[in-house]
């Protein structure tokens, strides 16, 4: 089983970009897929959800109207699209999968919003 992120990386404020969670070794269209975020020195936060077939979606508070969780289950991948940045913003970002199984973790990507 793996879940591999990708597209982390250093962004101005206001800026934008997309993370990337490739799903592998598991029915992945069965899961809840989910991104999580943790700042240096604080606690793990849960950013968005989407259910198995894509029909629903949760956001927090913190990023609600700037970013969107999507999926597409025939590539066995979830993404988040992140738009007008923000310095607390800045984390690393992991994806979550839970479903008919184990749950699944992903080792994260850093995204990086400098003041």
């Known amino acids: 089983v793996q879940l591999v992120e990708s597209g982390g990386g250093l962004v101005q404020p206001g800026g934008s970009l997309r993370l990337s969670c490739a799903a592998s070794?598991?029915?992945?269209?069965?899961?809840?897929m989910s991104w999580y975020r943790q700042a240096p020195g604080k606690e793990r936060e849960l950013v968005a959800t989407?259910?198995?077939?894509?029909?629903?979606?949760n956001y927090a508070d913190s990023v609600k109207g700037r970013f969107t969780i999507s999926r597409d289950n025939a590539k066995n991948t979830v993404y988040l699209q992140m738009e007008s940045l923000k310095p607390e913003d800045t984390a690393v970002y992991s994806c979550n999968a839970r479903g008919p199984g184990p749950e699944y973790w992903g080792q994260g990507t850093l995204v990086t919003v400098p003041e």
């Open positions: 989407i259910t198995s077939g894509g029909g629903s979606t």
């Open positions: 070794g598991f029915t992945f269209r069965r899961y809840t």
